[in-house]
């Protein structure tokens, strides 16, 4: 076992004890602090279920080793929710255009759209989809999803 | 209490769902509102709990050691190097299972753990728990097997006369279908091959789950199924203890589209638990799920049209072979359905359908979304197209010449009593405004995407047109009733029923019905367990909403009389006169009203129901018998672009009409037929299990590709062709299965109409275009 070590996780220092040192960002994530809203469809950086920020960056916690994320900032969907009711307007508008079924995929999503939104507050439907084209879902057909998405930037542009 | 709120034609006492006029108050959160998922903020938040999300104290993990070889007899195993490592605490083989070595769904064919024998690559040979997943995997890995490899059986149509390859032979099914006059034919006739490949379903939540044991000897499991009850009845014949020592909880589920329906480590983690004693946590790794399930049917189908000069049908001929793989699962059902359906939503008059499911040593196959009518509708639209290219006629007038409708026969001889308007739902698509697409210059709309791989100038575009049907519920006299409860007190609902929400919104319907039915707001689902509540029957066949709503709704019911009677007798009027609305019991008069909060305050109205649909029959010699309970269609328009040098295809529109009978939910409708349509796409266009002599080559994300958000189109819904269902609870059919069936189809046949090829198989290979 490696040295206990220190995660930066939503702007909370958790400490990683008893961890193999081959341990992924997802396992420690989600096994080791129980923070299971990041998601494990594919654990081979194909489906972004297990989408997060390190240091801004969108990434696939599945292919981080978690050692090697130690003295980042690491952003799950946990750590995502503000405005009414602790939801973002990316979160408010999935489920308000029903872009949540079996809702697996959800998460990695919303951490996705809040990172393109981030970068472009007034995506093209082009943009929209080549943005989230690695996030797999298999039960929506994506037409609720790109609404949220559309309805999301609407919210954030109007907002003061 | 029970009760049997029998919906039967053969003289039920409580007839239940009466139709459409049967919408008290649709106010905003009843039936036929626009109502939001209860889970849904859970789910955006990350907080719902999947059941790879279970955690309990000193947990161990479970890993599965499964065949590499198709074909193989196993000679010796030794668990020693494994049992030798740190951190493991068991290591399982065949012997271990203490009850019947077998099971599956509806033939109990499948061994818990091979014993001697390997039918099939990824079959379990043996399980270990250790306290790292890492630890567990490495530990099987140390397993030393000593296989003895065999030829694979991997032909199903060689599998009847080949030797069998397990005690039960090669045949899990043969069906004929002869109806009419066998000897009369057509002026005209066409004929066809046609193929379709293994699909996965490739839900997003990988098979997972936790099972905790109990000193007395008894083990609670909690995972993602589709239809807990008889998964029970399984783990427990296979664990040899009484059911009610076998206790299931739905963890929630990431998507099922049918994977769900047989079992895949229930049994494994409930042995692992009770042999450790602790809890036992497992969770497939993608490539793990790719062989832990079982796969949509890959099929073979020849057919022969007959029609006259005018093009009305005048015999369907067509031989059909499904490979059901290594497993009986389902396969007998699904070749049924495959047979039964293999003309289409037409009229007739004579048909010779052959349909055989065989056992091979590829893996097995069983449910998926659209359940043997994807498969033959891929066939008889096929079909059609050729039929209408044959009479120089318009495809879509022959469709609607032919088109079947009540008081029409299936090839079955079944009357067809119910709604079934093929005809509109035909119309409405067909005839819907096309949209305007121009040849975009925006590189991510071209086939291939943005990779500059394709010119604009190259692509050639084409529209194709299909229709496809289905049953409702389960066929051939198997009566899948549901079971669900309702409590009130102090002015909340309660609403039990052991329904597995896989995704498809059922918990949403359920709260609708309980507000439509009891006037109440807050209405609270109880977990979905079979600790507490009756059989939900299984989450497929596009049945839970017309009978776990049918059972939601005859418990509501129920409460709701009890109510009102004990309110009527205090007011001294008849109970005729009074409603439950907006959280009051109100006289028609406008006389009295009181709160139901106050009315039920601490007190129990409670009531428990089976809901039964009407009887079926099974089919005789000849495939003929009432055998099923409801239909429902849909068409489909697709659009295409593509570039025939390199055979890329980029689907531009899908425009579908569906026969939906009533809408209780605009929005999860929407999310229904849109989802479905993009396991269409993918049946038509990318998506097939390849298998090189039983091997799986491709079990992964990277090489099994499902679409993305790139290769689905904008989806136009042009009508929910709305006809209320005599018998079904608001009149609503289940819509989830027909936008699967008949998407494949019209995609297929818009690529050949830009391409003038044949292209008799789907999925549709860029070398099927570009070399064929």
Known sequence: MPDPYSLRVNGVDCEVADSDIAESLLFVLRERLGLTGTKNACTEGECSSCAVLIDGVLTCSCLVLSATAAGQEITTVEGLGDGRDGLSAVQEAFVAEGAVQCGFCTPGLIVAVHDLLEANADPSDGDVREALSGNLCRCTGYGRILAAVNTAAEAKRSQP | MTSEAANTAAGGSTATGTGADTIVDVGTRGVGADVGRPDGVPKVQGRFAFSSDLWADDFLWGHTLRSPHASALIRGVDIGPAVAMAGVYAVLL??????????????????????????????????????????????????????????????????????????????????????????????????????????????????????????????????????????????????????????????????????????????????????????????????????????RHPAKMWYRHHADRTGRLVKVEARIVLDGGAYASTSSAVIANASCFAAGPYKVPAAHITGLAARTNNPPCGAMRGFGAVQTCFGHESQMDKLAAALNMDPVELRLLNAIGPGDRLVTGQLITGTFPTAEVIRQCAYAPEAEIPLSDDRRDLPGGSGRTTDAADTVRGTGFAVGFKNLMFSEGYDDYSSAACRVSDGVATITCACAEVGQGFVTLAQQIARTELGVDEVILAPAQTATIGSAGSSSASRQTWMSGGAVQAACREVRAQILADVAAEWGVSPDGLVLRDGLVVSLDGQQEALLAQVTAGAGYEADVEYHHAPTEALDENGQGNAHVSFACAAHRATVDVDPDLGLVRVRDITTAQDVGRILNPTQAVGQIEGGIAQGLGLALMEEIVLDDGLVRNASFTDYVIPTTLDMPDVTIAAFVEEPEPGAPYGAKGIGEPPTISSSAAIAAAVRAATGQDLPRIPIRPADIALG
């Open chain 2, 94 to 295: 065949a012997d271990d299972v203490p009850g019947c070595p077998t099971y599956g769904l509806e033939h109990g064919d499948q061994p818990a753990l091979a014993d001697g024998q390997v039918r099939y690559v990824g079959e379990p040979v043996a399980l270990v728990a250790a306290d790292h997943p890492d630890i567990a995997r490495r530990a099987a890995e140390a397993i030393v097997v000593d296989y003895e490899v065999t030829e694979p059986l991997t032909d199903a149509e060689a599998a009847p006369t080949a030797a069998p390859i397990h005690p039960d032979g090669n045949v899990f099914r043969e069906i004929t279908i002869r109806h009419g006059d066998l000897d009369v034919t057509g002026e005209v006739t066409v004929e066809g091959v046609y193929e379709v490949g293994m699909q996965d379903q490739a839900f997003m939540g990988p098979e997972s789950g936790m099972a905790l044991p109990d000193e007395d000897g008894s083990v609670e499991l909690f995972v993602s199924t589709q239809w807990l009850h008889v998964d029970r009845e399984q783990i427990a014949a296979c664990l040899g203890i009484d059911e009610e020592k076998v206790r299931l909880t739905l963890a929630g589920v990431g998507g099922a589209f049918g994977a769900r329906e047989d079992l895949s480590l229930q049994v494994h983690l409930c042995l692992l638990a009770l042999h450790t004693g602790k809890p036992v946590k497992m969770v497939y790794s993608r490539d793990e799920s790719f062989l832990g399930h079982v796969h």
